[in-house]
């Protein structure tokens, strides 16, 4: 299994702290920037640099207050670039270069003081796990029960759609779920080669495209918030605490 960087697990977990605590748009400009939006408004900016994330967060006067209380419990390199930092007419604006765990779990806190997380569980009225990690009742393959009325089940289809470029009539309803012995879904094929029921028992788990949907990395397209919720969320192990 091959060994991920420091700014790989960076990237890994930001998208799944910013997906899995937030309902939020995410805008990329195609080249080095992801916005995270909400509203019209910008949480957090990101820019993709060489050799680190440059983390743009603005903090207006109400956020400024609340970090004055718990500026103790911040690391002395994130009070340092809050000092110097300069504030304008909508806030101060500060860029933290963040190339490391420890500094993300800082910036986290910093997000949390800006914003407040606002997504709602995902619906579980018949909430069932596939033996890939998806969430059988979300998924738009299944052909039994789902969480979904018909109607939000085909707007989840139409995001499906989108975000994986995929024309709606190339996504078949032809799951009976993983019971079915003539299952022919790829991640089902790579089991049965290495003789394993559940995806999360293989080593390759954590970093295999076959079950983890869209992969949980800083990029720079753009997704809206609701694209997130049914496109994603239900792909993924864990569905990020959802």
Not at 154 to 174: F, G, Q
Request: with cysteine.
């Amino acid at each position: 299994m091959s060994i991920k960087t420091e700014l790989q697990k960076v990237s890994e977990e930001t998208m799944r702290f910013m997906r899995g605590k937030y309902a939020l748009d995410e805008v990329g400009d195609g080249k080095d920037e992801l916005k995270f939006r909400k509203n019209g408004k910008t949480i957090l900016t990101i820019y993709i640099r060489d050799d680190r994330y440059d983390f743009l967060v603005i903090f207006g006067k109400a956020e400024r207050e609340k970090f004055e209380i718990q500026r103790g419990e911040f690391p002395q390199t994130i009070q340092d670039i809050y000092d110097s930092s300069k504030t304008y007419h909508d806030g101060k604006w500060m860029m933290i270069p963040v190339a490391n765990l420890e500094t993300w779990e800082a910036v986290k806190q910093m997000i949390m003081i800006k914003k407040k997380p606002n997504r709602k569980p995902l619906p579980k009225t018949h909430i069932y796990m596939s033996n890939c990690g998806h969430r059988c009742d979300l998924c738009i393959h299944n052909k039994g029960k789902t969480s979904l009325s018909a109607e939000e089940m085909e707007y989840a289809r139409a995001c499906v759609s989108s975000v994986y470029t995929v024309p709606i009539s190339d996504l078949p309803i032809n799951c009976d779920g993983c019971h079915f012995p003539d299952c022919t879904v790829e991640s089902a094929n790579c089991r049965k080669g290495k003789g394993i029921e559940k995806c999360w028992a293989c080593d390759n788990f954590p970093t295999c495209l076959k079950t983890a949907g869209w992969p949980p990395e800083i990029h720079t397209r753009t997704i809206t918030a609701d694209q997130v919720t049914w496109a994603i969320l239900p792909y993924v192990k864990g569905q990020y605490g959802n």
